[in-house]
């Protein structure tokens, strides 16, 4: 079975522009979420989403957004990007959503903002 | 609200030495656990979870945890540490009813001394 595919793995932007990142999860895996990881904040959950709809949010500002489609691959979408934004984004994908699932995560796009 | 505190964000040990990584919870409602490894410019991969099922746990690659709720602790061993083993672990908690949000310590890098 195929694994966790994120496209594209890396990404130059420039701040003020907006950026679209792919996440294909695993074939019958209904759950993606979204993490972003740098250096300084480590390790941090953006959102989740269930049969389209967002289950969980992370606490980040409104330019981050998500959205699944009915084959469950998800999007997120970062506008008016700032230099901070720069990180590994990473997605995740699960069977179901509950917290005992365990989430199989994608190689992550690489997103330096210039 | 759930948390992870990993001590030592650097450890090292000569091969087929005893590998130990802490990992501290805290956590208002009984956990999930999770362990993950993620090798460099990759993403993160599942080594162990703790679900309630047994409270000492074998993942792959010969690597255990074991839950001690009076300490609030899931560290993380293997007996005798390879190479390979070089990489960043993260310990990892999420709630019950939560969906997939996983809370996500700051990470161990382990070094393998030849």
């Known amino acids: 079975k195929a694994g966790v595919t994120q496209t594209p793995r890396y990404l130059i932007k420039t701040r003020g522009q907006q950026v679209t990142l792919s996440c294909s999860p695993i074939s019958g895996h209904r759950s993606v979420s979204w993490y972003q990881q740098t250096p300084g904040q480590g390790l941090q959950f953006l959102f989740e989403y269930f049969s389209e709809t967002q289950r969980n949010k992370g606490n980040f500002p409104g330019r981050f957004s998500g959205r699944q489609f009915s084959n469950s691959r998800s999007e997120m979408n970062v506008s008016t990007l700032e230099l901070g934004d720069s990180a590994l984004y990473l997605c995740?994908?699960?069977?179901?959503?509950?917290?005992?699932?365990?989430?199989?995560f994608g190689p992550g796009t690489r997103l330096l903002v210039l | 609200a759930q948390s992870v505190t990993q001590l030592g964000s650097h450890v090292s040990v000569s091969e087929g030495a005893l590998v130990l990584l802490r990992c501290n919870y805290s956590s208002s409602v009984p956990p999930y656990l999770f362990w993950y490894v993620q090798y460099p410019n990759q993403g993160l991969q599942l080594l162990l979870k703790?679900?309630?099922?047994?409270?000492l746990v074998k993942g792959i690659n010969g690597f255990e945890a074991e839950f001690k709720k009076s300490e609030t602790s899931f560290h993380l061993t293997k007996p005798s540490a390879h190479m390979s083993d070089a990489a960043e672990y993260f310990c990892?908690?999420?709630?019950?009813?939560?969906?997939?949000?996983?809370?996500f310590g700051t990470g161990t890098s382990l070094t393998v001394i030849p």
């Open positions: 995740a994908s699960s069977v179901g959503t509950g917290g005992q699932e365990t989430q199989y």
């Open positions: 703790y679900t309630s099922a047994a409270t």
């Open positions: 990892a908690v999420s709630d019950q009813v939560g969906g997939n949000q996983f809370y």
